[in-house]
């Protein structure tokens, strides 16, 4: 077999791994801002309350066997299920791609899911929820387990831009953002060390002030912002693509 078939097989189980932990995100994201059990209760039809079958929750497949209804009382299925298991499945790819096959592959990866998940949770209920800020959190001391001897870095990037915008909390007296972006940065902070998360945040700033604006025009949407969204896209670029970033444009400084 050659190398290139080789990659091919390697991208293929990326994708069906990832459209896999996608369909677990959807219970994540309809069930974690409810305070509902994520393992304690079977996958149902959120109208008839009809018990899915493992043939119902094949990702995407099942979807589009069943034409995006329910098999019981043939309510429509929202778009969210596939788009989340695909989106899921192509960022792994992605991941893949440009990170190649080592330990960091698996992290990132599994960091991409955690930031999906809270920036669909953020643009519904303006919260982000701690488990998932967490979850990132130990991402981060597993990553540091294996590069000890750069502990300084990802130590100082765990309070520098946290600590930046928990001070922007007390004195806008919690107008400014939510404790959850504050928590989201710092569990970031561990992952990425100082310099990407500076640009994480830089990243997040620009996203969200052109989106949201863009947003506010197109569809009247809220002045509110869910931030959440936005820094964990500066997050996702900064992890994958930082040290090019930086090299860009410190080439442009000198």
Known sequence: MTTDLYDLVYYV??????????????????????????????????????QLKWYDLVPIFSYLQLG???????????????????????????ILLVSGFRMETLIYCLVTSALLTL????????????????????????????????????????VAVSGFLWLLVVLSRGRAMGGGDVKL?????????????????????????IIHTIRMKVSKEDHVLAFGPYLAAGIWISMLWGELIWKWYLGLLF
């Not at 920036?119 to 488990?131: A, K, V």
């Open 185 to 209: 940065m710092a569990a970031a902070g561990l992952l990425l060390g100082l310099k990407h998360s500076v640009l994480a945040l830089v990243i997040g700033c620009i996203l969200g002030s």
């Open 13 to 50: 189980i990326a994708f069906l791994f990832g459209i896999t932990i996608g369909s677990f995100l959807n219970v994540c994201i309809y069930r974690i801002p409810s305070e509902e059990s994520i393992a304690g209760k079977r996958s149902h039809c959120m109208n008839c309350e009809y």
């Open 119 to 158: 920036s669909i949770i953020d643009l519904r209920t303006y919260e982000i929820p701690f488990g998932i800020n967490l979850f990132i959190l130990t991402m981060g001391l597993i990553h540091l387990f294996f590069h000890l001897d750069k502990w300084v870095e990802y130590g100082i990037g765990l």
């Open 68 to 94: 995006g209804k329910c098999r019981q009382c043939k309510t429509r299925i929202s778009k969210q299920y596939p788009l989340v298991e695909l989106t899921n499945g192509l960022l792994y790819v992605m």
